[in-house]
């Protein structure tokens, strides 16, 4: 049997695995073969039947994998915290978001907000966005994306603030980090890790979790905008 493991993650560790799939297989573990997507995407694959051997979602989706039968419960790892924040295009003026009067002003104030339909930033800032009472106003300027990096369209010049986890945000080049919104508006959504009950890997599989769950494994975590 190949030494690979199949890996479907959502998009706030793709610089993550990105960055350690090298080093480890250099180490000696498996070759990783990722796939990256919304957390909702990739419960709608792992449905359909699609195969894996690992899986990095929320906490809560995992965890209902996991009581589903998908995921082996007992291979649960947590593996970082995340926090949304915001971005604009490179060069651009930094707004005030430290404090909920300064984002709210800052948001009605952008020619145009890009977030993301189903991705879990996407459906928090939705729900944000309705606590503070502007979803009117900001939806009727908004780029609502179905998936991907709403960075992007920092670049392309089709939005003027972008919101994201910030290790999406940092995906993409041409673009800065202003920060995260402030965090009494938000909790950080908790990413983990488990092996699926179909895969034939499993001595692989659980390798490969014990080293994302690894101090080894932190640095380049917190480098890509999460925090072991």
Do not use: C
Not at 121 to 149: C, K, M, V
């Amino acid at each position: 049997m190949e030494n690979v493991v199949r890996l479907l993650s959502t998009l706030a560790l793709m610089g993550a695995v990105r960055s350690l799939a090298g080093r480890y297989q250099a180490a000696g573990g498996a070759r990783i073969d990722a796939d990256f997507a919304p957390t909702l995407g990739i419960l709608d694959r792992l449905r359909s039947g699609e195969g894996a051997d690992v899986v990095i979602l929320t906490r809560e989706a995992l965890d209902d994998l996991a009581a589903q039968g998908i995921v082996v419960a007992e291979s649960r790892l947590d593996l970082a915290r995340s926090f949304v924040g915001i971005a604009v295009k490179a060069g651009a003026d930094h707004p005030d978001i430290a404090t909920e009067p300064a984002l709210r002003a800052a948001l009605l104030g952008a020619r145009s907000v890009a977030y993301s339909r189903i991705g879990a930033s996407g459906i928090f800032f939705a729900q944000l966005i309705e606590r503070l009472g502007i979803a009117p106003e900001i939806n009727a300027r908004a780029r609502i994306i179905p998936s991907g990096f709403t960075a992007e369209l920092l670049v392309t010049g089709e939005a003027e603030l972008a919101v994201q986890q910030i290790s999406e945000l940092k995906q993409v080049g041409g673009i800065e980090v202003v920060g995260a919104i402030p965090l009494e508006l938000q909790t950080a959504a908790v990413f983990s890790a488990g092996r699926l009950a179909a895969s034939k890997r499993v001595a692989q599989s659980d390798a490969l979790l014990k080293y994302l769950a690894s101090s080894e494994v932190a640095p380049l975590l917190r480098a890509s905008g999460l925090e072991p």
